[in-house]
Nanobody, 120 residues
Framework: QVQLDESGGGLVQAGGSLKLSCTAS????????MGWYRQAPGKQRELVAT???????NYADSVKGRFTISRDNAKNTEHLQMDSLKPEDTAIYYC??????????????WGQGTQVTVSS
């Protein structure tokens, strides 16, 4: 079992910054992908950014140049530095981990979500 604990959400004015953090615990395998997804009111959950254990990052077009994902494999943590925030970034942000588990295939885990609100 894997648990994901996230923090860092809050209320910020447009143009401001926030940093989200997520720590994974439990049965973590060396090869995996951690990332962030978000869900705004009335919209489907969408990918924000991901990073593999090898350091390969992927970003949604809407956040490229503004958000930066990073991770510390030794600590099983990841961060999302969000700069130049816009009201459209307002959503609940969820930490995510996907890994290939021997004998079980790909398993996906989710954090509890943290609210990010950006005022105009």
């Amino acid at each position: 079992q894997v648990q994901l604990d996230e923090s860092g959400g809050g209320l910020v004015q447009a143009g401001g910054s926030l940093k989200l953090s997520c720590t994974a615990s439990g049965s973590i395998f060396g090869i995996n992908t951690m990332g962030w997804y978000r869900q705004a009111p009335g919209k489907q959950r969408e990918l924000v950014a991901t990073m593999t254990s090898g350091g390969s990052a992927n970003y949604a077009d809407s956040v490229k140049g503004r958000f930066t994902i990073s991770r510390d494999n030794a600590k099983n943590t990841e961060h999302l530095q969000m700069d130049s925030l816009k009201p459209e970034d307002t959503a609940i942000y969820y930490c995510n981990l996907g890994q290939l588990t021997p004998g079980r295939g790909v398993q996906t885990y989710w954090g509890q979500g943290t609210q990010v609100t950006v005022s105009s």
